[in-house]
């Protein structure tokens, strides 16, 4: 299941460096399932995205380091590791990195793409997101180190909102706007084409942004919320049977104990 395994694995970190080629630069909830299949259809496979990160602690605690590293060549270093051997990105984490990975990609191509509606957006995001983002997810999943780095991550997602666009929450529409308003700004200022994109708009506008051919089969729809409903109902029976079966033994150790007491 999307988000929980990653049949593609890590990859070969000593392999050939692949050149990025696109950025997909919107947040999660604006198409970003969509549009890493569609990068895929079109040869700019393999794509990161989250469901590629979240099976992975090593990439986790990566992207949190490169979410905390200041120095910029740093920073700059740790992104090329994560991203080594895929042709494109869209999604969380990775998109943060904007503006590094234009200044380290400069032939890459750069697509924004968004949701017609930023209040549309912001409640979808919230109703899809915010219980990893809730006391509730650290204390359920405390006893899964997956689960640790991923709230530390989300935390540290908080902390860069709040800083860079001044929003005590990722989830609200003036976020929204201020964040695209911000990759806008990014691109023009190291003077790069940015399309503006909505999977309503089909093939044909990314197509001829890319130089490729429109594919012979239907623009990608893929819509997580259902899959992301059902992650959150696997994590919290993960996390409550652990925290059951660590109640259960050590119950059951005292009881053992007791008798020799």
Known sequence: MRFI???R???DPNSEEVPLQVIGAGLPRAATSSMQAAFEILGFGPCMHMAEVLPHPSRLRLFITALREKDDAMRKKMVRQLIHGHRSICDLPVVYFTPDLLDEYPDAKVI??????????????????WFFFS??????GLLWASDRLWYTLNMESIKLTKEKFGSDTPFTAEMY?????????????????????????????????????????????????DTFQMVKRIFIA????????????????????????
């Open 238 to 261: 993960k996390g409550l049977l652990s925290w059951a079966a660590l109640f259960g033994a050590t119950w059951g150790l005292w009881k053992v104990t007791s008798r020799f007491l």
């Open 177 to 225: 706007n201020r964040y695209n308003e911000d990759v806008l700004a990014v691109a023009k200022a190291r003077n790069r084409e940015v399309l503006q994109f909505k999977a309503e708009d089909g093939w044909e506008p990314l197509c001829k942004f890319l130089g490729v051919e429109v594919p012979d089969q239907p623009f990608p729809r893929l819509n997580e919320r």
């Open 9 to 11: 694995g890590l990859g």
């Open 112 to 129: 924004l793409n968004q949701r017609p509606d930023a209040k549309l957006w912001a409640k979808s995001a919230e109703e899809s997101f």
């Open 5 to 7: 395994t990653d049949p």
């Open 135 to 140: 006391p509730w997810f650290k204390w359920v």
